[in-house]
């Protein structure tokens, strides 16, 4: 009987030894983040309808999720600088001024929202050659991260791990 015990405690020494090994990468068990990141610049005007379309490299997974963050250098200080989740709102004397965006499962537009405002009298520093960045935030993440504050984008681009090489720029 001794022999026995002694037996199974050596092989589940050995078992539990087999067990063992290098530890996986970091992050939640079960996500696996395949996003896409585009970079876009766009010039709005009368010619574009004030709204410019662009296509997904890959079609979306349905319940994938986008984000689309615009770039917004300081007309003061050029090290100053945010980069700003759509929608976002401006206010002037004479009206709202309103970046929005939609998407479908194939493409996506970056667009003057509708507004009192005229468009045509706006500086070119709200119209001209705008950079925008959009994050396609894949589908087995958008219910595990319901706490993520996607308004902070240094915070969200280190949560989705993507670096400033990832974005694939997208021309018209």
Known sequence: MKKLFLILFVATGIIMQACEGPEGPPGEPGINIVGEAYEVEVSFNAENNYIEFFDFTEPLVEGDAVLVYMYEASPVD???FAWRLLPQTFY???GIL???FDYTPV???IFLDNSPIDFAQ???Y???NLLFRVV???AD???SSARMDFYDYEATMKYLDIEEGDFIRLTR
């Open 78 to 80: 050029s090290e100053a």
């Open 92 to 94: 002037f004397e004479n």
């Open 98 to 100: 309103v970046y929005n």
């Open 107 to 109: 493409d996506f537009s």
């Open 122 to 124: 706006l500086d070119s």
């Open 126 to 128: 709200w119209t001209d």
């Open 136 to 138: 396609v935030l894949p």
């Open 141 to 143: 993440l958008v219910s």
